[in-house]
């Protein structure tokens, strides 16, 4: 990815040069520094110097003499590189000297040494010009050495990084497009999901309305339950319709109340399916905690005839809740139909310690006493009756019975006449009431419920 620029040398040029310069500096160790020094036989006077620079040839036929044996093969270079020289003539010191002798000799002396001096210099600043170039050759070449290195370690991990880059850049198309593609099917899920919410408010719409159609039609046939007076076919279609609109109420998604637990319980008492009916009881009553469940149950089973089950549940709900007269009239109805009349005095005098005006209560004492042939206790009932309330056409008609019973008849014509001006229907009843049978032929009476 790189290309390297700028002084580079080969390795083998690198050695080539290493050679050379120190052959170079030993030959000028040995024809210099090292050379072979004067014996110090005479005091000798230099004559004069001189520097010379000459070829292999030459120095091996003129100064051939003046090397010693020991460095004749390694002190001469075997190449074809120029040999420096320095000549040194000495003369003995005999006889005087005169001034000029020694001024001429101390002179030519300096300029021999000078001379000397300068090849010095120069073989000096050769030697510091090759180690220069060499230095200034292999700093560069290290350094670029290194650089190159370095280069190939950068450009190694740059190709990593481009791989990688690559492989990155592949994956992000990869998923651009799958991002794009899910994308796309995300609008087409919203357009069909808003579709879907558009036609699936419509139509909540028109289950809530039914629903609550439902509910009302619950609703009135609750009422209508609780109105009846005994309970036949007629009330078990009416509850079968119960359940299955509250089937249909659990098919919207709605959750049922107490209520609608309760009356399906009732359709499953009356059709005598036992398991169905304590599993839906159970509902009903771990969502209602009031007594009511258990009267309604227990009035059901009165209903029936099956009292003793109905007197069960009687119990269980006065156990919640002892405060209801209407509980104790119903036990006591209960009792009083199971021939237990004692019991059910004592259940009627609870009703009317906690309502006095419940008229009811007395009606059903003042049977009770009639049944155990207790007449005084029986009047007295239907006399409270009466002075409580004087315009109830049914209190005038059970004392009106009462008389009938007893051959007291211009009692009985009294009380039947005031219940039959308060209320005509009452002489439909008299006309069938078999305390009255002894009376059908009588004109006063025929005349009283014509």
């Known amino acids: ?34 050379r072979v020094s004067h014996k110090n036989k005479d005091f000798e006077i230099i004559d004069s110097t001189k520097v010379q620079i000459v070829s292999q040839a030459e ?32 003369r003995p010191a005999v006889g005087e000297q005169n001034d000029n002798d020694i ?30 170039a060499f230095f200034g050759g292999l700093i560069p070449y290290l350094r670029a050495s290194k650089a190159e290195d370095q280069l190939k370690r950068i450009n190694r991990k740059m190709e990593l990084q481009k791989k990688s880059a690559d492989r ?13 593609e899910t994308a796309n099917r995300l609008n087409e899920l919203i357009s069909s999901f808003n579709a879907f919410i558009e036609g699936y408010e419509k139509r909540i719409s028109k289950l809530i309305d039914k629903g609550r159609r439902i509910r009302t039609k619950l609703t009135k046939l609750v009422d209508t339950y609780y109105e009846l007076i005994n309970v036949d076919e007629k009330t078990v279609k009416m509850l079968k319709e119960y359940v299955d609109n509250t089937e249909m109420l659990e098919t919207l998604g709605e959750s049922l109340n107490a209520d609608d637990y309760l009356f399906r319980a009732l359709y499953y008492l009356l059709t005598e399916d036992e398991e169905s009916f304590h599993e839906e009881f159970s509902q009903c009553v771990n969502l209602d905690k009031t007594h009511n469940p258990y009267a309604t149950v227990a009035d059901t089973y009165a209903f029936k005839g099956l009292h003793e089950k109905s007197l069960v549940y009687y119990d269980k709900a006065i156990s919640i809740d002892s405060n209801d007269p209407r509980i104790w009239h119903n036990k006591g109805v209960a009792l009083m139909q ?14 009317l310690k906690l309502d006095p005006y419940f008229l009811e209560a007395l009606f059903g004492k003042g049977v ?27 209190a005038w008609y059970l004392k009106s019975c009462y008389y009938a019973l007893n051959n007291m008849k211009d009692k009985m014509l009294k009380s039947l006449s005031t219940a039959t001006k308060l209320d005509t229907d009452w002489k439909e009843m008299a006309i069938k009431d078999s305390e009255f049978t002894a009376y ?11």
């Open 1 to 34: 990815m790189f290309e390297q620029k700028g002084f580079v040398i080969s390795p083998l040029k690198l050695i080539t040069s290493v050679i050379g310069i120190v052959t170079v500096l030993y030959l000028m160790f040995i024809c210099t520094i090292g």
């Open 59 to 90: 120095f091996k036929g003129k100064y051939h003499d003046l090397i010693p044996s020991l460095f004749k093969k390694d002190s001469i270079p075997s190449d074809s590189a120029k040999i420096t020289v320095i000549e040194v003539v000495t």
């Open 103 to 132: 001024l001429d000799r101390v002179e030519q002396f300096y300029y021999n040494t000078y001379d000397k001096l300068l090849g010095t210099l120069a073989i000096l600043l050769s030697v510091f010009s090759i180690l220069i």
């Open 168 to 180: 990155q850049l592949k994956e992000i198309g990869a998923k651009q497009k799958e991002s794009q």
């Open 338 to 351: 199971s021939d237990q009349g004692e019991k059910a005095i004592k259940c009627f005098d609870e009703a």
């Open 368 to 394: 009770c006493h009639l049944t155990l042939g207790q007449d005084e206790d029986t009047i007295k009932c239907y006399d409270e009756a009466t002075r409580l309330q004087p315009t109830n056409a049914k």
């Open 440 to 450: 059908w032929d009588d004109p006063d009476f025929k005349k009283l419920v014509e």
